[in-house]
């Protein structure tokens, strides 16, 4: 099942077209401790949209807690915002935030003592450095969201964001897309067993960002016409108007993209530019800036706030540099440009 993930960073949301284009929703109820000036502002909105159309949908807050005490706060900040609500899919405990990794498995399990108390589904979520060296020890107790921006995920969960790069229908700019292997909507009603999680979705939906879907379409691997819509099914759109803004971008538009990196170097930038490669190309050479992007690995326990004070710049430039919405969400591996 495909599932986007979404907060006030997407803005108004037409929900009708996200129904349409088949997708479950994880709605980001709010952040921190139980304040209501911490609540997401499109929280109740999206939340009502989805109930409004049966849209499938569950939620997750950013944790910022240090401390079992503020971890039970943020259980209220959730148990507060999900009254009336019925959800589909659990409620995620959102642990990435730097500095807050030490006790986060005795935070996760208070936190989801509160929610199971409750009466909801508690799952984790978080990226694949913090779960093999702060989390692994929960084993299987809890529902497992993982995050990794890679062509596979490398490992069993029940469901991976696979791109924060994802073009969804009613979404205005990219959002976070995520392939969900559990059947939780009707698990969670109590109608059938629970599905066992899987480890390659390669079978069942074209998994890795919309840049390396399109190298591979370039290069043949879903075919033309309905063969590609076939073949890509959900993220048919998103690659095809990646495909289709290359065709019909001027070339000092497309040039800038490159140079902020949106299509990649060497074999990938000729593949996806195609016939616009050499006009592009010839544009960034004659640039006269003589100066080559500047890249950096994301290290476990790094901020954007840390990167820039290394590089003399700031988080905010970093951030517009790679497309970033949300400059708390960040992943060890990651390769960021930074001027």
């Known amino acids: 099942m495909n599932v986007v993930d979404v907060s006030y960073h997407q803005g108004t949301i037409n929900w009708e077209k996200v129904k349409a284009a088949g997708y479950h929703a994880i709605i980001r109820c709010g952040y921190g401790d139980d304040l209501t000036s911490q609540d997401d502002k499109q929280w109740k909105r ?20 240090k401390t079992t005490a503020q971890a039970e706060s943020e ?26 990794q030490t006790g986060a498995v005795d935070r996760m399990k208070k936190f989801a003592a509160l929610i199971e108390a409750a009466g909801y589904k508690c799952g984790v979520y978080c990226n694949k450095s913090w779960w093999d060296n702060y989390l692994s020890s929960l084993g299987t107790r809890y529902p497992l969201w993982i995050a990794r921006y890679n062509s596979t995920l490398g490992m069993k969960a029940d469901m991976w964001q ?125 640039s006269g800036s003589g100066t080559s992007a500047v890249c950096y690995t994301v290290k476990s326990g790094d901020t954007l706030s840390k990167i820039a004070a290394k590089y003399g710049t700031t988080y905010q430039k970093i951030a517009a540099l790679n497309g970033i919405k949300n400059p708390n969400k960040i992943y060890a591996g990651q390769k960021l440009r930074v001027k």
């Open 75 to 100: 259980a209220r900040h959730v148990l507060r915002l999900v009254k009336g609500y019925k959800l589909s899919y659990p409620v995620f405990y959102d642990l990435e935030e730097s500095g807050t």
């Open 46 to 65: 999206n939340a009502n949209e989805c109930t409004r159309l049966g849209i499938p949908f569950g939620v997750y807050i950013y944790s910022y807690a």
């Open 162 to 286: 696979y791109s924060s790069d994802g073009s969804v229908p009613g979404i205005s700019g990219r959002v976070d897309v995520n392939y969900c292997y559990r059947d939780f909507p009707t698990e969670i009603t109590g109608t059938s067993k629970p599905s066992q999680p899987a480890s390659d979705p390669s079978a069942v939906v074209p998994i890795g960002t919309t840049l390396q879907l399109v190298v591979d379409t370039l290069s043949g691997k879903y075919g033309n016409g309905d063969t590609r819509k076939a073949k890509l099914g959900s993220r048919y759109s998103e690659v095809q108007t990646f495909i289709n803004h290359i065709a019909s971008a001027s070339v000092s538009t497309l040039a800038a993209e490159t140079k902020a990196g949106k299509y990649g170097n060497g074999d990938t930038r000729k593949t996806v530019l195609g016939k616009r490669y050499a006009e592009v190309q010839k544009v960034i050479n004659g």
